[in-house]
């Protein structure tokens, strides 16, 4: 193409030679003027195929070499143009390309879900179902395995503008999918704290979701075979190896392995980057523990459970990484109770008397005391649950009968320790030590049938709902139906295999 208004009407032809090892039809071909007289172009058609190498090395020497040369010293502006040069500006642009879209995926999941490994697996995840998706685009299009049982004919060159599209599209659905897996299973574990349970959770229940759209979009793609053109039909079968892949190999299979192994190093954010990424939680508000990055740390078995001094000199049972520990509440304790009482009283006393009873030290101390004397009777046993050194709730036994192998569990949390499993994980150590060390049969817990948190833990612990004891509790003037769940000391073996 040339610009200027240098270019003479009269001038009726344009010469050019590529060199001796590059021959072009059309070398002294008349060139064609726009209606303004400042335009030409000059048609040029090589001998080698737009798709051969030779043809993009001509451009290349055309662009770099003859052309700036050629126009030494005159005014008019020569460019290259056509199929082949537009394709060449393609697959030059195509890796920037690929950068910026997974870049800003990455970028997108880091914010949503505050972890590193997330967005690193997610890329990881994208690169491959894109290289297999070539894969088996290049082996159907151009090596022609099944073209022409699809009646596309013999194979032939791969259109460069497949891979933009290839890649845009493919990460919309994979990042779909991967937000429906990691979101699930970011609601499982803050609950639970049990990584293995999060991680079958999180596939068991999206992969419906994720199979039938997938399902959808194949039949859809593969539609496209039937147009007969090939290009349309090239699209379709990428797009639907692609929704394949994705739906049916990497997310079920590949993501829930690396999400198992990484364990919880796959929530791991560096403090200095914690600081700068916003919060903006995917999923339920509740779901985005307040007090500390996601996720909490997996549950410990029961080989970990192992007893350490506090430092209060008395023994403490780690629950994790996260500083909670679960620790014998004591009389001498009524102080630190009683401002653990303070700051969620209203909330704890919707369904625990301890906040009417306990308004003072000596309330507190005599709550204390009457579950250590409880203790000291093998009826009832007392545990606090520490986070960092503070007390934020607890658990209990009550109801302790350990000739006839049966006892009632119990537990309170203030708000603010709300969301993390805490209770699920403390529950899980003294059930251990209820069925294991003192041979309890049957574990039992009881609950007002409006304590929706109570309850929600009595089902993550495996319990079965065993029936509804009306208007039994009178709370605050008004009575209560309270739900009976329970566990027998064979299921909780087996589910303690399990996790």
Known sequence: MAQGAALARHERTCRFRTGPDTRAEGAEREATYGTGGDTAYLTVVPEPSPQSKRTSDLVDRLREDVLPRAGTGTSPDVRVGGVTAGYDVIVDKLPLFVGVVIGLGCLLLLVGFRSLAVPLEAAAMNVAAVAATFGAVVAIFQWGWGSDVLGLGAGGPIDPFLPVIMVSVLFVLSMDHQVFLVSRRYEEWPETGDNRRAVRVGPAETSRVIDSAAVIMISVFLAFVLTGDRVIAMLGVALAAAAALD?????????????????????????????????????????????????????????????????????????????????????????????????????????????????????????????????????????????????????????????????????????????????????????????????????????????????????????????????????????????????????????????
């Open 247 to 499: 739906a049916f190999v990497l997310r079920p299979l590949l993501a829930p392995a690396l999400m198992h192994l990484l364990g919880g190093a796959d929530g791991w954010l560096p403090r200095p980057l914690g600081r700068i990424v916003p919060r903006v939680g995917i999923g339920p508000p509740e779901a985005v523990p307040p007090m500390r990055g996601w996720p909490p740390p997996r549950t410990p078995r029961r080989r970990t459970c192992r007893p350490r001094r506090s430092s209060d000199g008395m023994y403490a049972i780690p629950l994790g990484d996260d500083g909670a520990e679960l620790r014998p509440l004591e009389p001498w304790h009524a102080e630190e109770f009683l401002a653990h009482l303070d700051r969620g009283r209203e909330f704890i006393n919707q369904y625990v008397p301890f906040g009417a009873r306990a308004t003072d030290v000596t309330g507190a101390r005599e709550v204390l005391q009457r579950y250590a004397d409880w203790r000291a009777a093998d009826t009832a046993s007392l545990h606090g649950l520490w986070l960092d050194d503070t007390l934020v709730g607890g658990v209990l036994t009550l109801n302790f009968d350990a000739a006839n192998g049966s006892c009632e569990v119990g537990c309170w949390l203030e708000p603010a320790a709300t969301g993390r499993g805490l209770v699920t994980r403390a529950m899980r150590v003294l059930i251990d030590w209820a069925v294991e060390r003192r041979g309890i049969h049957r574990v039992e817990w009881v609950a007002a049938s409006g304590n929706g948190p109570s309850i929600d833990v009595a089902r993550r612990l495996g319990m079965t709902r065993d029936g509804v004891r009306r208007e039994a509790h009178l709370h605050h003037g008004v009575r209560h139906d309270l739900e009976v769940w329970s566990v027998l000391a064979p299921e909780w073996r087996a589910a303690h295999e399990e996790r």
